[in-house]
T-cell receptor, first 114, second 114 residues
């Protein structure tokens, strides 16, 4: 596609529920990142994929968070047993190869846990 | 540890004034990349520039210019003859060759007043 696409753009869920957030990266980009941005803060790293594998998942806050990229393109961020503190904008980015090449971001998914 | 500091939380200037956004970074690596991103009210992070650690040449792109100084670990961004459309949050970011996490500063919110 022309850019990074994230769906849904907004998600409201009840505390305790499970949610999935989807990211379609730019076609051909091998590197994919997930970030979380809270109000008034900079993006906070969650996980980085190179191809199908998670090269660095050190930013995932706890085991309720999990992400996959089974075919090396689309990625899904999964959050179990959501908590109100999970409310944030979740940003996805892709870059051609990683390795310091510029990363292009999607418009994000605004998650609100009520 | 890697860190990006944007000491200016918020800046307001009158249209047509020049404005400089400061960025100071920390890294132990000799090979790294620096970025600036713009986040307008729509929320999407827009890539502006990427510099590698071996290229200290300053860069100009239209009304935008960047001053990279390794001696002071700074990568400052200047907007000349600012316009209302420049109003946004601007993020400075760092990635080292050994670590594919892009580390963001907390951002500077820029208001250009008509």
């Amino acid at each position: 596609g022309a850019g990074v696409s994230q769906t849904p753009s907004n998600k409201v869920t009840e505390k305790g529920k499970y949610v999935e957030l989807r990211c379609d990266p730019i076609s051909g980009h091998t590197a994919l990142y997930w970030y979380r941005q809270s109000l008034g803060q900079g993006p906070e790293f969650l996980i980085y994929f190179q191809g199908t594998g998670a090269a660095d998942d050190s930013g995932l806050p706890n085991d309720r968070f999990f992400a996959v990229r089974p075919e090396g393109s689309v990625s899904t961020l999964k959050i179990q047993r959501t908590e109100r503190g999970d409310s944030a904008v979740y940003l996805c980015a892709s870059s051609a190869t990683g390795e310091g090449t510029e990363a292009f971001f999607g418009q994000g998914t605004r998650l609100t846990v009520v | 540890a890697q860190k990006v500091t944007q000491a200016q939380t918020e800046i307001s200037v009158v249209e047509k004034e020049d404005v400089t956004l400061d960025c100071v970074y920390e890294t132990r690596d000799t090979t790294y990349y620096l970025f600036w991103y713009k986040q307008p009210p729509s929320g999407e992070l827009v890539f502006l520039i990427r510099r590698n650690s071996f290229d200290e040449q300053n860069e100009i792109s239209g009304r935008y210019s960047w001053n990279f100084q390794k001696s002071t670990s700074s990568f400052n961004f200047t907007i000349t003859a600012s316009q209302v459309v420049d109003s946004a949050v601007y993020f400075c970011a760092l990635i080292s060759w050994r670590d594919d996490k892009i580390i963001f500063g907390k951002g500077t919110r820029l208001h250009i007043l008509p």
